[in-house]
């Protein structure tokens, strides 16, 4: 007798007429397979949806709707299944029979046909049969379930492992952006300290030449008489080299090397001082606002170059308010915890200057500060403002920022340190000072041109001059028995700087004045020594008021 192994398999029995679904159900028993007799279509259907390997019914059990109903069934099977069917028939013969059993293939697709009368060991061998194909179908179904699972969780893990891709990514996107963002302003820096040290050498040496050109022009002028054309055409070149002196201090300024005479400052009461001024210069259209907090510290800046970077900053906003605007002048306290944007921890004041214009695009921002950039034409800016309130910003020990958006406007942040106003002892000269008789000076220089116009110039003044033109032949003058008055000594020389010069005269002479006339800010010689300045170019007026200073009995 055939006998099935595995785990007990269900067959269902449909056969309403008879004996025959009992005796079936009995062979289902000896061949190892539980049978489940059905009573109706409604319990077949039920039973089918709870799982069964193979059905067994006669041909009239599906008479009438039974065959729609389980076919059906069969259409909703899942794509896995192939439901097997084992029918039952009988020798009947004909069209109307054999079209019937053409439709149970057709409808119920796994069918197999068992003619009665039947043997035992037919129907045993054909569930049996069936029940194999059956439980091959469930492999398929396990193995199908078991790829879906695969590829489901495949897909979780190709998921997860692309949103940490995703991630990854973004990240080493933002690092590339932060890192682009650093080379750029580590690139503009170095740009703008190159053109700073080139400008910086460029305004030193037309300084010079601009010393030359001032002096011989201010001796002229005393010689020439009382003709007014000549004076006219020696006044007008004058005047035109000191154009040339204020270039150069712009020049000098965004270098960062200009001479600064920092000392405190009032801040609000400088703005306010310079208020019809700026008022003057923007004209009708544009509207002045000034707003401050109401206690602000004294600032270290020189105060002469402050007013000058606020008046660029106040001409710079007109220019961009054609048809009239508002500009606002804001003093604000700010106390920095920590070093933050270039700016030491302490305590600063921000002037900020802010327009209602056309405003900036990025790429015109990011060139604003560079020297002669411009926006305003040709002969309409030397493109200096920004860049000299940029390098005084810095040089001062602060800083400047700027802020613009295109249809918005700008906005220009000064940032200033405050000082105590006490920390700064500014020397008055408004107390007179007695005439200076005629003195012997020792001029040092290494520029025959500069050396001639101020020997001139001290020579009109009515002074003794010996000339040097190096540090060590000066040395070599005073070791002779030269014994001057004065020493008035240029700093950038080859071979002995003028605060080296100065160092060693001292050392020998202690009561020496020496007075220095550079162009620089920043000294550098072998040791640091405390030296009045005399800035390059000047005139013949500033010159005598500082031997004055350093010659008269309150020196």
Same mark, same amino acid.
């Given at each position: 007798?055939? !006998?099935?192994?595995?785990?007990? &398999?269900?067959?269902?029995?449909?056969?309403?007429?008879?004996?025959?679904?009992?005796?079936?159900?009995?062979?289902?028993?000896?061949?190892?397979?539980?049978?489940?007799?059905?009573? $109706?279509?409604?319990?077949?259907?039920?039973?089918?949806?709870?799982?069964?390997?193979?059905?067994?019914?006669?041909?009239?059990?599906?008479y009438?709707?039974?065959?729609?109903?389980?076919a059906?069934?069969?259409?909703?099977?899942?794509?896995?299944?192939?439901?097997?069917?084992i029918?039952?028939?009988?020798?009947?013969?004909?069209?109307?029979? &054999?079209?019937?059993?053409?439709?149970?293939?057709?409808?119920?697709h796994?069918?197999?046909?068992?003619?009665?009368?039947?043997?035992?060991?037919?129907?045993?061998?054909?569930?049996?049969t069936?029940?194999?194909?059956?439980?091959?179908?469930?492999?398929?179904?396990?193995?199908?379930?078991?790829?879906?699972?695969?590829?489901?969780?495949?897909?979780?893990?190709?998921?997860l492992?692309?949103?940490?891709?995703?991630?990854?990514?973004?990240?080493?996107?933002?690092?590339?952006?932060?890192?682009?963002?650093?080379?750029?302003?580590? +690139?503009?820096?170095?740009?703008?300290?190159?053109?700073?040290?080139?400008?910086?050498?460029?305004? !030193?040496?037309?300084?010079?030449?601009?010393?030359?050109?001032?002096?011989?022009?201010?001796?002229?002028?005393?010689?020439?008489?009382?003709?007014?054309?000549?004076?006219?055409?020696?006044?007008?070149?004058?005047?035109?080299?000191?154009?040339?002196?204020?270039?150069?201090?712009?020049?000098?300024?965004?270098?960062?090397?200009?001479?600064?005479?920092?000392?405190?400052?009032?801040? +609000?009461?400088?703005?306010l001082?310079?208020?019809?001024?700026?008022?003057?210069?923007?004209?009708?259209?544009?509207?002045?606002?000034?707003?401050?907090?109401?206690?602000?510290?004294?600032?270290?800046?020189?105060?002469?170059?402050?007013?000058?970077?606020?008046?660029?900053?106040?001409?710079?906003?007109?220019?961009?308010m054609?048809?009239?605007?508002?500009?606002? #002048?804001?003093? $604000?306290?700010?106390?920095?915890?920590q @070093?933050?944007?270039?700016?030491?921890a302490?305590?600063?004041?921000?002037?900020?200057?802010?327009?209602?214009?056309?405003?900036?695009?990025?790429?015109?921002?990011?060139?604003?500060?560079?020297?002669?950039?411009?926006?305003?034409?040709?002969?309409?800016?030397?493109?200096?403002?920004?860049?000299?309130?940029?390098?005084?910003?810095?040089?001062?020990?602060?800083?400047?920022?700027?802020?613009?958006?295109?249809?918005?406007?700008?906005?220009?942040?000064?940032?200033?340190?405050?000082?105590?106003?006490?920390?700064?002892?500014?020397?008055?000269?408004?107390?007179?000072?007695?005439?200076?008789?005629?003195?012997?000076?020792?001029?040092?220089?290494?520029?025959?041109? #500069?050396a001639?116009?101020?020997?001139?110039?001290?020579?009109? +003044?009515?002074?003794?001059?010996?000339?040097?033109? $190096?540090?060590?032949?000066?040395?070599?003058?005073?070791?002779?028995?030269?014994?001057?008055?004065?020493? #008035?000594?240029?700093? &950038?020389?080859?071979?002995?700087?003028?605060?080296?010069?100065?160092?060693?005269?001292?050392?020998?002479?202690?009561?020496?004045?020496?007075?220095?006339?550079?162009g620089? @800010?920043?000294?550098?010689?072998?040791?640091?020594?405390?030296?009045?300045?005399?800035?390059?170019?000047?005139?013949?007026a500033?010159?005598?008021?500082?031997?004055?200073?350093?010659? $008269?009995?309150?020196?």
């Open positions: 007798m055939p !006998h099935l192994n595995d785990a007990i &398999a269900s067959c269902l029995i449909m056969m309403p007429i008879g004996r025959d679904a009992p005796a079936c159900a009995q062979l289902m028993r000896q061949s190892g397979v539980a049978p489940r007799i059905c009573g $109706s279509s409604v319990m077949l259907l039920n039973s089918l949806d709870a799982g069964a390997e193979v059905v067994l019914l006669t041909e009239e059990a599906l009438g709707g039974t065959l729609d109903d389980v059906g069934w069969v259409e909703r099977q899942p794509p896995w299944s192939d439901q097997p069917f029918i039952l028939t009988n020798r009947n013969e004909g069209p109307r029979f &054999a079209a019937f059993r053409a439709a149970l293939v057709d409808k119920l796994n069918v197999a046909f068992l003619e009665r009368p039947l043997r035992a060991i037919s129907v045993q061998t054909a569930v049996l069936a029940v194999r194909g059956r439980r091959r179908q469930y492999q398929a179904r396990a193995f199908l379930e078991a790829q879906r699972g695969a590829a489901a969780e495949l897909e979780r893990l190709v998921t492992r692309t949103e940490a891709l995703e991630l990854a990514n973004a990240r080493l996107r933002d690092e590339a952006h932060q890192r682009e963002q650093a080379q750029a302003a580590l +690139l503009q820096a170095q740009k703008i300290e190159t053109i700073g040290q080139l400008v910086g050498g460029v305004a !030193h040496d037309f300084n010079n030449l601009l010393m030359a050109v001032l002096g011989n022009l201010d001796v002229l002028a005393r010689r020439i008489g009382d003709d007014p054309r000549q004076l006219r055409l020696v006044n007008g070149a004058i005047e035109g080299a000191r154009r040339g002196a204020a270039l150069t201090q712009r020049l000098l300024a965004f270098a960062r090397k200009q001479e600064l005479k920092a000392e405190p400052t009032d801040v +609000l009461a400088l703005v001082s310079m208020r019809d001024l700026v008022e003057r210069s923007v004209g009708p259209m544009v509207q002045v606002r000034v707003t401050a907090h109401a206690t602000l510290p004294a600032v270290s800046i020189d105060p002469n170059q402050l007013e000058m970077a606020l008046l660029n900053l106040a001409v710079n906003a007109r220019d961009a054609a048809d009239g605007g508002t500009l606002s #002048i804001e003093l $604000s306290l700010h106390h920095l915890t @070093a933050e944007g270039g700016l030491a302490g305590t600063y004041v921000c002037l900020r200057v802010s327009d209602t214009g056309h405003g900036m695009d990025e790429a015109t921002l990011a060139k604003a500060i560079e020297p002669f950039f411009s926006t305003k034409g040709v002969g309409k800016g030397t493109g200096l403002g920004l860049s000299m309130v940029h390098g005084l910003a810095n040089q001062s020990g602060g800083a400047f920022r700027l802020e613009s958006a295109v249809g918005v406007g700008t906005s220009a942040h000064l940032w200033l340190p405050a000082v105590d106003a006490g920390a700064i002892v500014v020397e008055s000269n408004s107390a007179p000072r007695a005439a200076v008789r005629s003195v012997t000076i020792l001029l040092v220089d290494d520029d025959p041109l #500069i001639a116009s101020t020997l001139a110039l001290l020579e009109d +003044l009515g002074h003794r001059v010996v000339e040097a033109h $190096s540090g060590r032949e000066a040395l070599d003058l005073v070791a002779g028995g030269l014994a001057p008055d004065l020493v #008035i000594t240029d700093h &950038a020389m080859p071979g002995m700087t003028g605060t080296d010069l100065a160092v060693k005269l001292r050392a020998r002479h202690p009561a020496l004045p020496i007075l220095l006339a550079t620089y @800010a920043e000294l550098k010689g072998s040791q640091p020594v405390d030296l009045p300045r005399l800035a390059k170019p000047y005139d013949q500033r010159l005598s008021l500082e031997i004055s200073r350093l010659l $008269s009995p309150q020196a």
